[in-house]
């Protein structure tokens, strides 16, 4: 009787351990890859606080840059206007005095509307021009200034005037053997009109070339 009581005991504490080893093994196991899966969020959450300080500095660099750009871009107009005026005090000073002034009008030139050519008339009233360029007989230098009138975009009109005075220059130069260096263009587009431009005969009397002479 007493050896079937110690049987039964050692078949009792066999079976229980057979349950309670494995719950304490799986109970292990799971801390374990809780413990891991910690360590990875926290991994994780490094890598994306490292990114987002990456990317903050990299955001202020940028600006940093785009601010000295902004600066650099500044000092060039500073530096522009100011070439440009030293420029135009030289070319007053290269010019000397003014000695007279011709207009090649429309009805001279005969600019027709969006057109720069140099026709007869413009290039009779040149020849006279010329005449009185040799009467003078002095070392001469000659802004060429191109107009038009209002029509249309301004930047084209720039061109045109331009264009205008650029004709009159090649026609002095080839007909006459006037240095290119004593001769300069500009053009003022339809920023100085002589006439109502709102009339067709005010914008007609607005296309035109002004030859300034200077000694």
Do not use: W
């Not at 601010?67 to 000073?93: M, N, P, Y």
């Not at 027709?112 to 290039?123: I, L």
């Not at 007909?175 to 007609?204: C, W």
């Amino acid at each position: 009787m007493k050896n079937n009581r110690i049987v039964f005991l050692v078949a009792f504490l066999v079976t229980a351990g057979l349950f309670l080893v494995p719950g304490c093994a799986t109970k292990k196991f799971v801390r374990q890859e809780d413990a891991a899966i910690d360590q990875k969020v926290g991994g994780v959450e490094a890598a994306i606080e490292e990114n987002q300080k990456r990317i903050k500095e990299h955001d202020e660099r940028l600006e940093t840059l785009g601010s000295l750009i902004t600066q650099q871009q500044d000092q060039i107009k500073g530096v522009d206007g100011k070439i440009e005026a030293v420029s135009e005090e030289v070319r007053k000073a290269t010019q000397g005095k003014l000695i007279f002034k011709e207009t090649i009008r429309n009805d001279q030139a005969k600019f027709k509307f969006d057109s720069f050519e140099v026709g007869q008339e413009a290039k009779a009233a040149l020849d006279v021009f010329v005449q009185k360029l040799v009467e003078e007989n002095r070392g001469i230098y000659l802004e060429i200034q191109g107009h038009t009138d209002s029509t249309g975009e301004e930047s084209y009109n720039l061109l045109l005037g331009k264009k205008r005075a650029e004709a009159v220059m090649e026609y002095l130069y080839k007909q006459y053997h006037i240095p290119l260096h004593r001769m300069e263009v500009f053009s003022f587009g339809s920023s100085a009109p002589v006439s109502d431009n709102k009339t067709r005969d005010g914008r007609s009397q607005n296309r035109r070339v002004d030859i300034l002479v200077f000694e």
